[in-house]
């Protein structure tokens, strides 16, 4: 099975719980045994791609700035690129751009998605019933990909993925190891850095970092 295999029964679940006249927005970024595999909520419309017009990527956060700050902090991002994230309107992003974000976010072994691909108008909550129609398919996703490491964002992502109740300040640094589809999967809970979220970024990029020179310097040394 390959992530391309997943979009059909996305573009279903989009028409059940999305807004009609917007598209869902899949994933993206290094497919293949990525270093992170990074999990949000849900999309919006203020990501220009789930626009129908849009023909290129069905990727995470295009056409947006925010979510690149904390990237950029990580050093997940090329220089160049941010600085022109950060100097363009979202209507500015071209199909070709999105194209040259995400060969960078490959570049840099990491992969995005969200445990909800159903793209709102808005930011507004979803329950966790809508979410959980998505567990298996995300599941299926962890398979295809084979990440190092998953980090979820958020109390509700963390608690609907790892079946338990999750408060990110309870579980800071904390590795959850779950056996999804026969393999064990290393995951950690960090703060939700967009929206309302905006004012605990400084704590999301701490403890990713923390987990990154953990995990992924822990890996570096076995494959010596």
Partial sequence: MELKDLTKEYDKLQKKYGAKELDSIYNGGCSEK????????????????????WKGLKSPWIGTKNI??????????????????????????????????????????????????????????????????????????????????IILFGNQVSSIVLDEKISVSQVRKKCFEKEI????YKFYSVYYPIGNGRFNIDKSIEDIQWIME???????????
Wanted: overall charge negative; hydrophobic content about 40%.
């Fill in 181 to 184: 589809n026969g393999k064990t």
């Fill in 68 to 149: 690149w700050d904390l990237f950029y902090a990580l050093d997940l991002v090329e220089e160049g690129i941010y600085k022109k994230i950060k100097s363009i309107k979202g209507s500015e992003w071209t199909e070709e751009f999105a194209e040259e974000v995400y060969q960078d976010v490959i570049h840099h072994h990491y992969f995005i998605t969200n445990l909800g691909k159903c793209t709102q108008v808005d930011a507004r909550v979803l329950p966790d019933s809508v979410y959980l129609q998505y567990l298996d398919l995300l599941k299926k996703e962890f398979a295809i990909i084979d990440p190092k490491v």
């Fill in 34 to 53: 990525p270093d992170i595999c990074f999990v949000f909520m849900n999309p919006t419309g203020r990501n220009i791609a789930s626009k129908k017009e």
């Fill in 214 to 224: 953990k995990e992924l310097e822990k890996e570096k040394v076995v494959m010596k």
